[in-house]
Nanobody, 126 residues
């Protein structure tokens, strides 16, 4: 099977930076679009940034110019570099993949769709 594991969250002061990682594990053949979402306490989940397998990116207006999404396909890892953080960025951040193709010993090549990690907490203090 496959897993997406986020890391890099923590507590940072306003104006600071964090780099989140989303590492995929398993016998992975390919990962399509990777998207970072966040959900603050009591608020709806929102899209933060997305990157296609070809490297095209998309950002929420609220993070443009401050956050950068990237990926290393060889390492099966995506990153979210977050700069100039402010308290409004406080949330649980999730990475997702819309399609992961992986090798299953019993079934050959399989697909996992709309796959989510467990999330990592980011807290920005004022």
């Amino acid at each position: 099977q496959v897993q997406l594991v986020e890391s890099g969250g923590g507590l940072v002061q306003s104006g600071g930076s964090l780099r989140l990682s989303c590492a995929a594990s398993g016998s992975i053949l390919s990962i399509n679009t990777i998207t970072w979402y966040r959900q603050a306490l009591g608020k709806q989940r929102e899209l933060v940034a997305a990157i296609t397998s070809g490297g095209n990116t998309n950002y929420a207006d609220s993070v443009k110019g401050r956050f950068t999404i990237s990926r290393d396909n060889a390492k099966k890892t995506a990153y979210l570099q977050m700069n100039s953080l402010n308290p409004e960025d406080t949330a649980v951040y999730y990475c997702t993949a819309d399609e992961i193709l992986f090798r299953d010993q019993a079934s050959g090549v399989r697909g996992a769709y709309d796959y989510w990690g467990q999330g990592t907490q980011v807290t920005v203090s004022s």
